[in-house]
C-alpha cells in the first residue's frame, strides 16, 4: 500500500521526502506540483524566511520519462536558507556552545521533545518540528491529486476564519464565484468582505509581535462511493481523514461535515435524505455527514474543517518558560516566525485530504499500474450504475 515518509530539518540542507508503492504509468505535471508548493508559501502573515525560498520539486527517484515507474518515487525540496546557517546546522562541526537554546516556547514540541531525546539544544527539536516539513507534504499531495484528477476527483480548500471571527460553513468550495474569490484573495478566504479586516488584525498583530490562528476548509468532490470500509477501526476513511489533518504542525481539531455542531442537532435535521435522478445517480439535498458514513464516502462532497492554533513563537517576550539548565524561570525567546500561517495550512490540509483519499482510492482499486487502476474503477461503476 502506499506510504510516504519524509526528512530534513528546517535550515538543514534540504527536505527529502520518498513515496513507496506508487503505481507505475502517472504522468507527473511538474508545474502542477511547483504551483502548489508557492501557493503554500504565499498568503498575507508570513515572515521574511518565504522572501529567501522558492521552493521546486527534483525527483531522484521512481519518474522517468515524465511518468511514474512503480519503483519508490524519491525527490527533495532545497532549502536556499542553509547557507545563512552553515554555521549552526553543519552535519560534523560541534554546534558553538553560545548558539545552543536551553528556554522552550511554550506550544512548540520544545519542551517534550528536548527532555524526551535528552538533548542539550532545542534546536535538534525545533529544526524538525517547524512547519516547513509541510512543503514535502504539499508535494506528496499534489502528486496524489494528479492521480486523482484521471477519475474526475478534484479538491478545494479556503480560510474559514483568522483570528476569532466566526465564518458560517455550510457552502461548496467547487462553486465557480467562491473559486474565484479564494484564488484573488491572499488570505484565501471565500468572502471579500472580510479581507480588509483580517488584514488590519495581522498588521496589528504583527505590531504587537503576537499571532493569529483560524479556520481552514477543505472539500473533495467525486469521491466514488465506499472508499474507506465500516468493518474495522483502523479501515474507516474519516479517521484517517482525521490523522492526515491531526498530524499537521498546529492543527488542533478536525470536524467531518457539521462536526461539533451535529451533536446540537436532531435526528431528524442531521440525517441526509437519499434520492435518485434517472439516471440512477444517487443524490443527497444537505451533507451535513460531510460525505463520509459508516467509515465511507457516499459520493457526495467530502468536507472537512480544521482549527490552526495560533504561532507558538512569539515577537514579543509574553510567555513564562523555564531555562532547562539552571531550573530558572524565563521569557520565552524570540526567534523568526510568521504573524499567520493560516492560508497556507489550508493549502497543506487539501494535500493532507489528497493523499488520504488517494490511499483509499487505491486500497479500492488499487493495481500496480494506472492501467489496471482504471480497469478497476471502470469495472465496479458498471457493477454500480448498471
Ligand atoms: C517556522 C518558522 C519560520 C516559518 C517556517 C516555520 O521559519 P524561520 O524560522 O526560518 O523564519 O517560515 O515555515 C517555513 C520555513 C515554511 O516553509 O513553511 C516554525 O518555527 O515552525
Known amino acids: 500500500m502506499i506510504r510516504f515518509m519524509t526528512a530534513g530539518e528546517s535550515h538543514g540542507k534540504a527536505l527529502v521526502t520518498i513515496i513507496d508503492n506508487f503505481p507505475s504509468g502517472l504522468k507527473i505535471d511538474e508545474d502542477f506540483i511547483n504551483e502548489k508548493l508557492a501557493l503554500r508559501q504565499s498568503g498575507y502573515g508570513r515572515g521574511a524566511r518565504q522572501k529567501i525560498e522558492t521552493d521546486k520539486i527534483e525527483f531522484i527517484s521512481g519518474v522517468r520519462g515524465g511518468l511514474t515507474t512503480g519503483s519508490p518515487i524519491s525527490f527533495f525540496i532545497k532549502n536556499k536558507d542553509y547557507e545563512n546557517w552553515l554555521e549552526r546546522m553543519d552535519v560534523y562541526k560541534p554546534v558553538p556552545e553560545d548558539s545552543k537554546i536551553h528556554i522552550p516556547r511554550p506550544g512548540h514540541a520544545d519542551f517534550a521533545g528536548s527532555i524526551k531525546y535528552n538533548l542539550d539544544d532545542i534546536r535538534n527539536v525545533l529544526e524538525r518540528s517547524s512547519a516547513r516539513e509541510t512543503a514535502s507534504r504539499v508535494a506528496v499531495g499534489a502528486i496524489c491529486e494528479i492521480l486523482l484528477r484521471e477519475f474526475g476527483i478534484e479538491f478545494s480548500s479556503a480560510v474559514l476564519s483568522i483570528g476569532g471571527d466566526i465564518a458560517e460553513a455550510d457552502f461548496n468550495l467547487f462553486d465557480e464565484k467562491i473559486l474565484n474569490n479564494i484564488k484573488n484573495s491572499d488570505l484565501r478566504i471565500p468572502f471579500p468582505v472580510k ?44 479517521a484517517h481523514i482525521a490523522m492526515s489533518m491531526m498530524s499537521i504542525q498546529a492543527i488542533k481539531s478536525v470536524e467531518i461535515g457539521a ?69 530558572e524561570q524565563e521569557k520565552a525567546f524570540l526567534e523568526r516566525s510568521d504573524v499567520c500561517a493560516v492560508p497556507a495550512a489550508s493549502v497543506v490540509c487539501e494535500a493532507a485530504l489528497a493523499y488520504s483519499i488517494c490511499l483509499f482510492f487505491l486500497k ?20 454500480v450504475y448498471s
Not at 437519499?274 to 451533507?287: E, M, V
Open 195 to 238: 479581507e480588509r479586516g483580517i488584514k488590519s488584525l495581522i498588521d496589528e498583530l504583527k505590531k504587537e509581535g503576537d499571532s493569529a490562528g483560524g479556520v481552514i476548509i477543505v472539500q473533495v468532490k467525486n469521491a466514488p462511493i465506499g472508499l474507506g470500509s465500516f468493518t474495522q477501526w483502523d479501515e474507516k476513511l474519516d
Open 259 to 327: 462536526g461539533v455542531k451535529s451533536g446540537y442537532m436532531r435526528g431528524s435535521d442531521f440525517q441526509d435524505s437519499i434520492y435518485i435522478n434517472s439516471g440512477k445517480k444517487y443524490y443527497r439535498k444537505t451533507d451535513n455527514a460531510g460525505g463520509i458514513e459508516g467509515g465511507m464516502s457516499n459520493g457526495e462532497i467530502i468536507s472537512v474543517k480544521c482549527a490552526m492554533k495560533p504561532i507558538p513563537t512569539l515577537m514579543k517576550p509574553y510567555l513564562d518558560t523555564v531555562d532547562l539548565r539552571t531550573g
Open 364 to 383: 479500492k482499486f488499487g493495481g500496480d499500474s494506472i492501467v489496471e487502476i482504471i480497469r478497476n474503477y471502470e469495472g465496479y461503476n458498471k457493477q
